[in-house]
Nanobody
């Protein structure tokens, strides 16, 4: 059974940093395209950052230069380091793992709230 478990969310002041972690079981993060998505109240879920099986990273323009996605083979985790946080970064952040059109797994999300 595949499980993606996010952690690290919480309340942070604007300008601060937060590190999210996604612990995977049932899949190997190095074999999937792993992504972090977020969903703010009243808005659609959007891709924030992703890392492919060959290590290629991709970021939405809004977070480029502030967020960094990484993965760790030993712990089978994917992290999202978020710096220079803004109130508009407030959202529920979800971990996602996908491979082809068949495999698409989601975590339950972790809330990040950035206060101004």
């Amino acid at each position: 059974q595949v499980q993606l478990l996010e952690s690290g969310g919480g309340l942070v002041q604007a300008g601060g940093s937060r590190r999210l972690s996604c612990a995977a079981s049932g899949i190997f993060v190095t074999m999937y395209t792993m992504g972090w998505y977020r969903q703010a109240p009243g808005k659609a879920r959007e891709l924030v950052a992703s890392i492919t099986s060959d290590g290629t990273t991709n970021y939405v323009d809004l977070v480029k230069g502030r967020f960094t996605i990484s993965r760790d083979f030993a712990s089978n985790t994917v992290a999202l380091q978020m710096n220079s946080l803004k109130p508009e970064d407030t959202a529920v952040y979800y971990c996602n793992g996908k491979a082809g059109r068949t495999y698409n797994f989601w975590g339950r999300g972790t809330q990040v709230t950035v206060s101004s």
